[in-house]
């Protein structure tokens, strides 16, 4: 059994000395402090590397420290001077190693040498890279290419990224998910039809000028704590940042900066949350509605809170979307967002007043069944005053992995229409497959029905952040094929086909040495700035290879050759990678190479941001919601049933568990807890630190339950209850996604709670 919770109060300040405590004792855990500390002040710097860890904006010039206490914990897990060398599976079995937690396979350390999984004695074996390769490209040439997967999570740079997307078109198939489909999927799919552009509108800039501040459903403390910069400076401007969140995130409420010791000593920490709203999971549908509600009400009594002109001129749909904002009613808003009309009057007020106004979200609007629809109604509110295009106003969807925006840009989708596969025909001399790829949700469906044969992994942990649990480890293991680039030991490499290759790649932070020297890679942050990063550290080995330089050696081992496919070349100098981007959509990548050099490196075109609008209307679109109800297809009121959210804790990055605290909730020790209201826990006879497991509430026949988990009393609406990802994934279904975006609605999951012994 797990250990017990260790509960206290909450740390309400963010960054502060609590910050630094939490850099120094990663350091000092992973062996090197001072040589890392050093290191922490190239990190996200023009002549430096891009953080592994958010994918949060790089400022230029960059503040002196730019980095926060989880992106130092990020760079000193990647550089920890623990290995797992062959002779670690002379004394751990695979079987053993399956009662390691998630935490231990990974502080075990970086993986020196390629390996492939041998039956007999049920232990990873080393092999040369060149039959590696060899073996792999057989294997692959002996599968019909649309029952192999090409995974990529968003770590990968833009130039490993694209000869992996290439990869897999010139082997056949459109088989190209990525972790964004996990994530902001919603974003990609809302976006466009409202917007004309797949991703936010906002730069930091826009930070300097705004007059409003909306943030919805992102924990901005944990998972991008380089924004509180920008909050904190707005708060000093006397901005309003109105928060938006089921749980009261104590990191989200107050701010010291770590970067200003002055202020740690002698000011009290800073007041960032100037409203906090909590509304039910998935209630933020029907907040949305009311505040659009209420401004359309104010303005139609002669208050000038719209901007007409802006809705005539670059706007379709607002007839429809009125209409639709009439059919619901007020208890309809109130019952389905959890708030009062009096909570959301007192923000619609702030916004009706405001300047310009930027949303920001995360996953509390994206991993939601009606995700696309929420983003939709936030984009239908700051249509209302104009707030797209606008200095100071826009909409900032706060992407995840340090580059899961620039993986996307650069043709990483299972979705053709959005590769410019005629320009890869014509450059590079192949017929690129037309028909739909498999996303991830598709590819876990068609692992568990056995159509599946092959998994590549770019990267990411599928046994662990993947919904279905239960029905995917069974079928995964019996996948013909997988194949892991990787950096440390994972659960996906227990939960392994049965020919099962590991295949250990450089780190960001490491240097990338290939034939025409030392090499640079690049990525796109959440504002479309793509960044140089150059490797700093000698490799944890020399025998592992860059992400490239492996793709490369499948590549030639699996495909047949072709004289336009300059593999070698590729990996030889990166800057022949970046010239091939550029030459297939110029007017994103021109002169890539050189713009990216330049401090700052260059922001991605984006037309929404001059208004330009392209939209099969060629306006921004209004949306016509149907329904305010977070689930249409499943009942969270009937008695008993609570919706689970499943969130990150300060001390994890995705399925990477750096420790068991999470000190803004007050939680120490353990991982293994549900968060729930006092008077749930009393109605239901419970008490605080009971053990209890939650069953989802589903009627398909699958069992789903997680249990040991100790209650913690939290402040979040009734009738919802949160705990942490990946622990209880087993409890999500895998149809229980986003009906637009396939997103896996991991903010809504429909369970009971069971009390245990
Ligand atoms: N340190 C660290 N940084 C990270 C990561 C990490 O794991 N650790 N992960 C990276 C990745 S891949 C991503 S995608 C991002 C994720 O960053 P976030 O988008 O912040 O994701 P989460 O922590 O999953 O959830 C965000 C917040 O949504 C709230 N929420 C849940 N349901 C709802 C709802 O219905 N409505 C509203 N309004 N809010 C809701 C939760 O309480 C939580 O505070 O962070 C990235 N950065
Ligand atoms: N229930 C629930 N499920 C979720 C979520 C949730 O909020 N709730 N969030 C979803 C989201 S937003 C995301 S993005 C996904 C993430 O899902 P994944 O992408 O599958 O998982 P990660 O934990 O990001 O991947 C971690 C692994 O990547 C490998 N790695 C680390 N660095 C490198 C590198 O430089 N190169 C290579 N090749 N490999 C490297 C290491 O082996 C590490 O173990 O999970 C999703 N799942
Ligand atoms: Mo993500």
Redesign the pocket.
Known sequence: MADRVRITKPTTASGGWGSLQGVATILGREGHALSTAALLRKQNKHDGFMC?SCAWAKPEPPHLAEFCENGAKATAW?LTSNRVEPDFFAYHTLAELEGWTDHAL?QAGRLTEPMRWDAATDRYLPVPWDQAFAAIGTALRGFDPREVVF?A????SNEATFLYQLLARVYGCNNLPD??N???ESTSVALPEAIGVPVGTTTLDDFTHTDCILIFGQNTAVNSPRMLHQLDDAVKRGVPIINFNPLREHGMERFTDPQSPVRMLVAPSRQIAAQFLQPRPGGDLAALTGLCKLLLEWDAVGEAVLDHEFIAEHTHGFAEFVAAMQRFDWAEVERHSGLTRAALEAVARVYAKAGATMGIYG?GLT?HRLGVEAIRMLVNLLLLRGNIGKPGGGICPVR??SN?QGQRAVWMTEKPELAPLDRFAELFGFEPPRDKGLDVVESAQGVIAGKVKAVL??????A????ERGLLEPAWRRLPLTV???????R?HLVHGQDAWLLP????IEIDHQASGDQIVSMEDSTSGVHPSHGQRQPASPYLLS?PAIIAGIAKATLPFNPRLDWDGWVADYTRIRHSIAACHPEWYSDYDTRMRRPGGFPRANPARKREWRTKTGKAGFLALETLEADPDMRFDAPGTFSLI???SNDQ????IYGYDDRFRGVHGSRDIVFMHAEDIAALGLRAEQRVTLETVAKDGVPRAVGGLQIVPFDLPRGSLAAY??E??PL?PLWHHARQSHV?A??SIPVRVRAEG
């Open positions: 592994v990647d990974e995974y999570s968003g770590r990968a972790s964004s996990m994530c902001h996953m991993q995840g992995h899961v992994q770019l990267g990411g942990n599928l662990r952040s993947l919904p892991m680039i990787t950096t440390k030991l994972n996906s790649c450089l780190s960001r992400e499943t969130v990150r990055f995705n399925t990477t990802y990946p209880c994934n999500l896996p991991a903010k």
